[in-house]
Structures are given as structure tokens and as C-alpha cells.
T-cell receptor, first 114, second 111 residues
Framework: EAQVTQNPRYLITVTGKKLTVTCSQNMNHEYMSWYRQDPGLGLRQIYYSMNVEVTDKGDVPEGYKVSRKEKRNFPLILESPSPNQTSLYFC?????????????FGPGTRLTVL | KQEVTQIPAALSVPEGENLVLNCSFTDSAIYNLQWFRQDPGKGLTSLLLIQSSQREQTSGRLNASLDKSSGRSTLYIAASQPGDSATYLCAVRPSGQNFVFGPGTRLSVLP
């Protein structure tokens, strides 16, 4: 089944404790992206990647890092999480990231930073 | 800066009713507009993608229209069913790779 998977689905952590949220897709998509969703603000893009070793900032990149060493994986790294990073996070992918592509989303990771 | 709004924020209708969800965006220079459905715990599912050169797209009971010049899109759902209950999001693609999402409309279809 074609899908985008994220792990963990739920995470409660404390301020300053480094964490990684993994994202993997099995559709051989070149484009991958991370979003956060907050009440009243909609989804906002954090980082995106057009292909392996190519990443770029979205609207709200501060406090996050990403890497794209393999086509299928796009982990999101919070090196020193803070409470304002408590949010629902989504990973997404599309074939090439062109304007005609549909995005496919993972199920989301709910992160709470205490 | 592109901003996307959706009206209403929430909507409750009886089963079988036809309904319209609205999406507005401030900058008409977009490549495309996409409607998504969000179910709790299941992420987002793409419903319809309308390119900037198109006026509408249809899929089953769903019809989405786009009026770029006025910065508006509507999602029409015919003969609503309880299984249509979800949050509906619209997103525009102004340039590059950066999508801009609206806050969503939470729809409840009552049996």
C-alpha cells in the first residue's frame, strides 16, 4: 500500500531534550515536506526537500533541522525542544513537487513539550 | 503575503443535504488550489486539485470551483452522508514549493 508513515504518533517530552520524528514514504517520491498544525493557524510548512541532499526552509523553520540522506526518509529533528513547539506535525510527499502534483500526507505526530 | 480563510469554521447539516464550503485567498497569483479532507488520526487526504487555468474539478459527489480573479474557491458536496463528517482544508500554491493552508471547516453530517 502506498503510504507515508510517521513515528512516533504521540510524544511527550521535556524542554531541551533532543528528539527526532521519522518520516518514510514508499512511493519513490522525490519531494518531501514537514508541516505543523496549530489551532487557528492552519498548516504551516517547516522544511521541504526536492530530492536527496536538497533541503530548503519553509515558513517556520526556526528550531528545527531536517536531513535527506535517502529518497524515502525525511526525519525532523528538534535539537532543543521548547513548549512553543508543542503541535501536530505532518510529513507529506509528492512525486516531483511540481505544480500538478498531489501531496500525500502521513497520519501526524502529536508532540507535547513540557 | 498570501492568506487563506475558510467560511464557515464549522457546519452541521442533516444527512442528504447539499452544502457549500468556501475558501478565500488574498493573492490571485497562484499555481493551483487543492482541497483536502482531514480525519482525526489519519492525516490529510487530497480530494481535488484545480490548476490555475481550470475553473472546476469534479470527483463523485464533490465539485470544486476556482475563481482566481476574485480569490475564491468553493467545494460543493452533494447529498451529504455521515461519512463526509471531517475537517475540510483548502490550500493554495502561490509560488515555488510553499503551500499556504486555510484553517479549515469542520463539517458534521447528522444521520
Amino acid at each position: 500500500e502506498a503510504q507515508v508513515t510517521q513515528n512516533p504518533r504521540y510524544l511527550i517530552t521535556v524542554t531541551g531534550k533532543k528528539l527526532t520524528v521519522t518520516c518514510s514514504q514508499n512511493m519513490n517520491h522525490e519531494y518531501m515536506s514537514w508541516y505543523r498544525q496549530d489551532p487557528g493557524l492552519g498548516l504551516r510548512q517547516i522544511y521541504y526537500s526536492m530530492n536527496v541532499e536538497v533541503t530548503d526552509k519553509g515558513d517556520v523553520p526556526e528550531g528545527y533541522k531536517v536531513s535527506r540522506k535517502e529518497k524515502r526518509n525525511f526525519p525532523l529533528i528538534l535539537e532543543s525542544p521548547s513548549p512553543n513547539q508543542t503541535s501536530l506535525y505532518f510529513c507529506a510527499s509528492s512525486l516531483f513537487g511540481t505544480i500538478t502534483d498531489t501531496q500525500y500526507f502521513g497520519p501526524g505526530t502529536r508532540l507535547t513539550v513540557l | 503575503k498570501q492568506e487563506v480563510t475558510q467560511i464557515p469554521a464549522a457546519l452541521s447539516v442533516p444527512e442528504g443535504e447539499n452544502l457549500v464550503l468556501n475558501c478565500s485567498f488574498t493573492d490571485s497569483a497562484i499555481y493551483n488550489l487543492q482541497w483536502f479532507r482531514q480525519d482525526p488520526g489519519k492525516g490529510l487526504t487530497s480530494l481535488l486539485l484545480i490548476q490555475s487555468s481550470q475553473r472546476e474539478q469534479t470527483s463523485g459527489r464533490l465539485n470544486a470551483s476556482l475563481d482566481k480573479s476574485s480569490g475564491r474557491s468553493t467545494l460543493y458536496i452533494a447529498a451529504s452522508q455521515p461519512g463526509d463528517s471531517a475537517t475540510y482544508l483548502c490550500a493554495v500554491r502561490p509560488s515555488g514549493q510553499n503551500f499556504v493552508f486555510g484553517p479549515g471547516t469542520r463539517l458534521s453530517v447528522l444521520p
